[in-house]
């Protein structure tokens, strides 16, 4: 799929405050730091559409992009260890779950798993959650440029097997790098194929 434009629209915690447009939704979820404002860059081909940086914590806001004027792209804060208080972080928990639980032009969630690591339970735990609330959802193994030719696949594989051991099915998965593109046109066609279906 070709971005011809992206654009912000709005950034704010509530849940009932996103865009009214009834257009589908593509939210980035996952461990601060996992690379989720960096995709959304990369993605779109823009430097800094989605604020990024080195420090964990640094999304704070539900965050919509429009693309091509009919879908969105949205940037959310992550969840784990940030640099942040504890105060705010239950609050981000607070505004994430009810986006995930209220948000009904969400049409998939990418939930973005650092490949370098093994399966966190924390990540296993939020699929779940996404699971039993039946909300679809995509997983991205993100920074893949960082690990080498031989590692790369043997931790994706050890991912799997994890998986398997709570879901009957792997469910869809991309390997990406935002430094090198990887994935680009892959999670763009998916998210082509689910607009269009
Ligand atoms: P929060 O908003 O804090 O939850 O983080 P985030 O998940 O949005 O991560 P962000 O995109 O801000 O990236 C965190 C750090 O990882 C930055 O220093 C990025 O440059 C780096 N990074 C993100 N994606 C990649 C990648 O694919 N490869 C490499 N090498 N670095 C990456
Ligand atoms: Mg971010």
């Known amino acids: 799929m070709k971005i011809k434009s992206a654009e912000f629209v709005i950034s704010n915690t509530d849940v009932f405050k996103c865009p009214k447009e009834n257009l589908p939704e593509y939210a980035f979820i996952g461990r601060s730091n996992v690379g989720k404002s960096s995709l959304i860059n990369m993605l779109t081909n823009h430097k800094s559409l989605a604020k990024t940086s080195g420090k964990p914590g640094k999304t704070q806001l539900i965050n919509h992009f429009i693309i091509n ?58 699929m779940e959650f996404l699971g039993i609330n039946g909300i679809p959802f995509c997983i991205v193994f993100t920074k893949a440029d960082k690990l080498n030719k031989s590692t790369l696949p043997k931790n994706i594989e050890i991912y799997k097997k994890e998986l398997l051991e709570y879901w009957e099915e792997l469910p869809t998965y991309f390997i990406s790098s935002s430094t090198d593109k990887t994935g680009r046109e892959e999670i763009l066609d998916f998210i082509q194929n689910v607009n269009d279906s």
């Open 69 to 126: 004027k009919n879908w969105f792209l949205v940037d959310l804060p992550g969840y784990g260890y940030a640099s942040v208080s504890k105060d705010k972080r239950k609050t981000f928990q607070k505004f994430i779950k009810d986006y995930f639980n209220k948000r009904m032009q969400l049409a998939c969630t990418f939930v973005l798993i650092d490949s370098r690591h093994a399966p966190q339970k924390i990540d296993l735990e939020f």
